[in-house]
């Protein structure tokens, strides 16, 4: 702990003007000098969440969510469910992070259009049953 040195004059009277009122006193250094008005607890908050800091947390959201969608979408291949709608919602959370996760879409988007587009010309055109 710093100790802080004050100096402390007393107004003098005519008979102590002989004597001398300077003193001094030892105190401790105040916890918290700043108020809550003042803009260093701003200063302090804006250092602690700096763009790169807010990148990052945004980040770990994303590939948290992500994954976590994406992982759903692939035990719902083989459970009861839309694995088909919900992998690719995953792959798209994804994608606004990471490179590999927008080619791994387009590829799934390629392959599904591919998949309806044979669907339709598979059809048998003459379908009068």
Known sequence: MIWRLKQTVRSQTPVESSVST???YMTPPARNKRSIGSPS???RLSSIWSTENIKIVRRVIVSVVGVT???IGIALL???GP????IPVGLA???TEYAWARRWLKKVRRMAS???GGRSRTAPKDSAV
Not at 83 to 86: G, S, T
């Open 93 to 95: 959370i994804l994608a």
């Open 78 to 80: 083989v459970l009861p």
């Open 83 to 86: 694995a088909f709608i919900v």
């Open 114 to 116: 591919n998949v309806v």
């Open 41 to 43: 607890w701003m200063k």
């Open 22 to 24: 300077d003193f001094y």
């Open 69 to 71: 969608i994406l992982l």
